[in-house]
C-alpha cells in the first residue's frame, strides 16, 4: 500500500515542489480547498478530502477534515494489531504525512480595521487537530508545519524514510507552533473583554536570534520578540552597522531608548549597566549630546547611547572622538554613516523613537514571574503640590521637571541631580537614600551649586535636605508620603530651599 500525504495550508510557499517530490518518492497526495487546486493548477494528481471521508466540505469549509477516516488513519499506531484490524474493518487507510499549516489568525489580528468576525473567522480548527493527532503519533506519521522543513524531510525520505529522531524534532515544533497560535488567540480575546491578570496567562514570544552567550560567557542566551512588539522597540530596530548585539548590549540599549522616549524636544541619554550616566536635551541633537557627553564623560565611555533626532554629520563628528559600543537614533543621514562606519565594531540601530502605549512587564523570579503595567506615568501640572515657603524659579521649574522624567529610569534607591537641562550627577541603586544623595553630590562637584535634586521615592528623615543643603542644591521634586515629610519640609524652609511633591512613587527594582 502506497503512503499518503494530507496537504492543507495557508502559506504556499514551496507547497508544489515539495508535493511533486513525495509523489516522486510514491506518496498519495490528499488535499483540500485553495490548496488542492493550486497543487492541480501545477499539474499534481491530488485526491480531494472528501473522497477520503466519503462526505463533502460543509459550512464554508469550516468542516471538512473533522472525520474518523481522517483522524482514525493518523492516530491507528501501526505497531499495534488491534488498530491496524481497526482500520480494515472501516475500510479506512492510514495517513503517514501532515503537512499543514494553519489560517493566518496573527497576520489577520494585524491588520488596520480589522473586525471582531473577521478575527474569529481566521480561528483554525481543523488544522490544530490534524497537526495534535499527527504529531501525537509521530512514530509513525511524519508531520511538517514549517516550510523551511520540506527539504529535510525530502532528503531523508531519499535515503530510505524519515528518521525517527526528525519525526520527534518535527512533532515538538508542532506542539511549539499550536501553542503559540493559541496563546495569540487567548491573547487577543481576553483583551477583547478587559481582562488584565486572568486565572492563567499563556505567554508566546518568537526568536529573534541565538546571542553568543548571557551576561557572563558562561550562560547561554536567545532574544525573543513579543509577537506584536510596538514599532518604538528594539526588535523592531534596524542594526546598520557593527557587532551583533550581546545580551547586555539589548538590556543597556532598551534602557536608553525607553528614557529617551519621554523627551518631545531634542534629547540624548548615554547608559551604562541599565542606568544612565548621561542625559541631555537641547535646542538641536547636537546641543543635547553635548550637554548628555558633559553630564559624566568618563562613564559615557564605551556606552550606550540613544538620540531621539536623525544623527547628521556635526553629531557624528563629535561622537566619533570617544569609544561608544551602540548608537540608537531614529535615522542616520549618509554623511554620519560615513563618519561613523570608519570605526568597524560600534553598532549603529536605526530605531523609532515615538513614544508607545504602556504594555506589560515581565520579571522573573525562581519559580515563577512578575507581571505589570510599565511605568508610563507622565506628571501633569495638577499633580505638583509646592509644599515650601519657597517657591521654584522658572529655570529651576524646568529642570525638577527634566529631573523627574529621567528618575523613573534609575534603579532604587534613586537620586538624580540636574542643571542647566543635563543631569550631573546619578546615584543609582543604593541600599539607602542619603547614600544614593552622596554618590550624585560627589559626582556633580562644584557643579551641583544651585543645581535641583530628584528622588524616585519619599525621604523617610531630612538627612538627605541636610546633605542637598550643604552641596548648594536649591529645589527639591520627590513623592512626597512620609510621615516625616514635615521634617523635609522644615529643614527646606529652614534653608530657602523649595520642594516639590509630586504624589508619585517611581521605584525601580
Known amino acids: 500500500m502506497s503512503k499518503r500525504a494530507l496537504v492543507s495550508v495557508s502559506d504556499k510557499s514551496g507547497i508544489v515542489d515539495f508535493a511533486k517530490q513525495l509523489v516522486d518518492q510514491g506518496v498519495e497526495i490528499i488535499s483540500t480547498g485553495g490548496t488542492k487546486k493550486a497543487l492541480e493548477e501545477a499539474g499534481v494528481t491530488v485526491t480531494g478530502i472528501s473522497d477520503v471521508t466519503g462526505f463533502p466540505e460543509i459550512l464554508d469549509g469550516r468542516v471538512k477534515t473533522l472525520h474518523p477516516n481522517v483522524h482514525a488513519g493518523l492516530l491507528a499506531k501501526r505497531s499495534e494489531k488491534s488498530h491496524i484490524d481497526q482500520l480494515e474493518e472501516q475500510s479506512i487507510q492510514p495517513i503517514d504525512?501532515?503537512?499543514?499549516?494553519?489560517?493566518?489568525?496573527?497576520?489577520?489580528?494585524?491588520?488596520?480595521?480589522?473586525?471582531?468576525?473577521?478575527?474569529?473567522?481566521?480561528?483554525?480548527?481543523?488544522?490544530?487537530?490534524?497537526?495534535?493527532?499527527?504529531?501525537?503519533?509521530?512514530?509513525?506519521?511524519?508531520?511538517?508545519?514549517?516550510?523551511?522543513?520540506?527539504?529535510?524531510?525530502?532528503?531523508?525520505?531519499?535515503?530510505?524514510?524519515?528518521?525517527?529522531?526528525?519525526?520527534?524534532?518535527?512533532?515538538?515544533?508542532?506542539?511549539?507552533?499550536?501553542?503559540?497560535?493559541?496563546?495569540?488567540?487567548?491573547?487577543?480575546?481576553?483583551?477583547?473583554?478587559?481582562?488584565?491578570?486572568?486565572?492563567?496567562?499563556?505567554?508566546?514570544?518568537?526568536?529573534?536570534?541565538?546571542?553568543?552567550?548571557?551576561?557572563?560567557?558562561?550562560?547561554?542566551?536567545?532574544?525573543y520578540a513579543e509577537p506584536f512588539a510596538a514599532a518604538s522597540s528594539l526588535v523592531k530596530a534596524k542594526q546598520l552597522h557593527g557587532k551583533e548585539l550581546s545580551y547586555n548590549n539589548i538590556q543597556d540599549a532598551d534602557s536608553a531608548l525607553q528614557i529617551v522616549k519621554e523627551f518631545n524636544e531634542p534629547a540624548a541619554v548615554a547608559v551604562k549597566h541599565m542606568n544612565p550616566c548621561g542625559v541631555g536635551i537641547g535646542e538641536s541633537i547636537l546641543e543635547a549630546y553635548e550637554h548628555a557627553f558633559e553630564a559624566d564623560p568618563i562613564s559615557i565611555f564605551g556606552g550606550i547611547v540613544a538620540l531621539n533626532r536623525p544623527v547628521d554629520a556635526s553629531v557624528a563628528e563629535k561622537m566619533s572622538e570617544i569609544f561608544l559600543e551602540i548608537i540608537l537614533a531614529p535615522e542616520f543621514t549618509e554623511e554620519a554613516l560615513a563618519i561613523l562606519t570608519k570605526k568597524k565594531n560600534i553598532r549603529l540601530i536605526e530605531v523609532s523613537t515615538d513614544s508607545n502605549k504602556p504594555n506589560e512587564q515581565l520579571k522573573s523570579v525562581t519559580g515563577g514571574v512578575l507581571i505589570q503595567d510599565e511605568d508610563h506615568h507622565q506628571l501633569s501640572e495638577p499633580e505638583l503640590k509646592v509644599v515650601t515657603e519657597q517657591q521654584p524659579t522658572e529655570a529651576e521649574w524646568k529642570d525638577l521637571k527634566f529631573a523627574w522624567k529621567v528618575i523613573?529610569?534609575?534603579?532604587?534607591?534613586?537620586?538624580?541631580?540636574?542643571?542647566?537641562?543635563?543631569?550631573?550627577?546619578?546615584?543609582?541603586?543604593?541600599?539607602?537614600?542619603?547614600?544614593?544623595?552622596?554618590?550624585?553630590?560627589?559626582?556633580?562637584?562644584?557643579?551641583?551649586?544651585?543645581?535641583?535634586m530628584a528622588s524616585d521615592a519619599f525621604f523617610p528623615m531630612d538627612d538627605t535636605v541636610e546633605a542637598a543643603h550643604q552641596a548648594g542644591i536649591t529645589a527639591i521634586i520627590q513623592p512626597g508620603g512620609s510621615k516625616r515629610d514635615q521634617d523635609s519640609i522644615d529643614k527646606c524652609n529652614e534653608y530657602g530651599m523649595a520642594m516639590v511633591f509630586t504624589g508619585v512613587r517611581h521605584f525601580k527594582h
Open 408 to 452: 523613573k529610569h534609575v534603579k532604587s534607591n534613586a537620586i538624580i541631580l540636574a542643571k542647566d537641562s543635563q543631569t550631573i550627577g546619578v546615584g543609582a541603586g543604593q541600599m539607602n537614600r542619603v547614600g544614593a544623595a552622596k554618590i550624585a553630590i560627589e559626582q556633580a562637584g562644584e557643579k551641583a551649586q544651585h543645581s535641583v
Open 97 to 223: 504525512f501532515v503537512i499543514v499549516n494553519l489560517y493566518p489568525f496573527k497576520e489577520t489580528i494585524s491588520k488596520e480595521g480589522v473586525t471582531f468576525d473577521q478575527a474569529i473567522e481566521n480561528i483554525d480548527i481543523g488544522g490544530p487537530t490534524m497537526l495534535r493527532s499527527a504529531a501525537k503519533n509521530h512514530e509513525d506519521v511524519t508531520v511538517v508545519v514549517d516550510p523551511q522543513d520540506y527539504e529535510r524531510v525530502i532528503e531523508e525520505l531519499r535515503s530510505g524514510d524519515v528518521t525517527l529522531e526528525l519525526k520527534r524534532n518535527l512533532a515538538a515544533k508542532v506542539f511549539r507552533h499550536t501553542a503559540h497560535y493559541d496563546a495569540l488567540i487567548a491573547g487577543y480575546l481576553t483583551k477583547q473583554t478587559g481582562e488584565s491578570f486572568p486565572e492563567t496567562k499563556t505567554i508566546t514570544y518568537e526568536k529573534q536570534q541565538t546571542l553568543r552567550y548571557g551576561e557572563n560567557p558562561h550562560q547561554q542566551a536567545a532574544f
